[in-house]
């Protein structure tokens, strides 16, 4: 963690140049009201928000390396043709072990840096920190299901 207190405010500097692409093309996609709710447009681009936001992370020199190989792990393994559950077979449905992962380094990237750092660099709808958790929550659940499943099938052969 870094030497700064969770409930200290950090000044941050948004890179116009950094923001400029993704952020057009995003707002072109979706075209967001103040205070709307979040729509179908938007969680189709959960993940590339989530990768974008991983690799602002990386390019920010507060962010520590340790955190940064995370990132970068986060953004391989979403960006990689191999995955544990691949689109070809399933269509949208393999897009989630990318978006867990991209989540999960994001979490652990949150936990050792400051939490506005990270809100400066999300281009997506809410909270960065609301959304991750959310989807954390879900993966857990889903996960946990998924586990007693297999452990009550193996128990009945």
Known sequence: MTGRAPDERLEVDLRARERRVYDRLRARVVEAEPGASVGVRDLLLFLPDLVVLLL???R???VP???KAVALLGVGYALSPIDLVPEILLGPLGFLDDLLIA???VSWVVNHVHPDLVRAHWSGSGDV?????SVLGWSEKLVGKTLSRL???REKS
């Open 65 to 67: 390396a340790g955190a």
């Open 56 to 58: 602002r992370l990386v």
């Open 60 to 62: 920010d020199p507060r």
């Open 129 to 133: 920190l609301d959304v991750v958790k």
């Open 103 to 105: 989540t999960a380094s």
């Open 151 to 153: 452990i009550g099938l």
